[in-house]
């Protein structure tokens, strides 16, 4: 099984919309878990929204999107990505820094935000 996921430290700033991916492969097709400190995510629990999806209509590839909206100093803290099927499980970890002393009133957001796996905006995705 492959699990895949952001660098080992993501930064994002209080106010702003993260965005973590993982994605996993394997036969049978993994389920991920996200946790936070050790502690599973659950969906629509405190700010975070999981979506989980095929990736790119492979019957053996997942990938999971973990969304902090908005972020709140909080979310700070080690996340894990569990990828389980009937063989076993692999894990992959990070950190998430929350940034509280950012202002959020900038033209250019690319010093603010310089990680593509994190995003600007509050969405339903």
């Keep these: 099984m492959l699990v895949l996921t952001p ?63 908005p972020v709140e100093a909080g979310n700070a803290g080690t996340y894990t990505c569990q990828a389980l099927n009937m063989y076993g499980n692999q894990t992959a970890m990070f950190e998430v820094v929350v940034n509280e002393g950012r202002s959020l009133i900038a033209h250019d957001w690319s010093d603010i935000h310089p990680n593509p796996y994190m995003h600007r905006e509050c969405h339903n995705i």
């Design 7 to 69: 660098e080992a430290v993501v930064n994002v700033d209080v106010g702003a919309s993260g965005v973590v991916l993982c994605v996993a492969r394997g036969i049978p097709t993994p389920e991920i878990t996200w946790f936070q400190d050790g502690v599973e995510i659950q969906n629509g629990s405190m700010n975070f929204n999981i979506v989980n999806s095929p990736f790119n209509d492979t019957d053996d590839t997942i990938q999971s999107f973990l969304e902090l909206c």
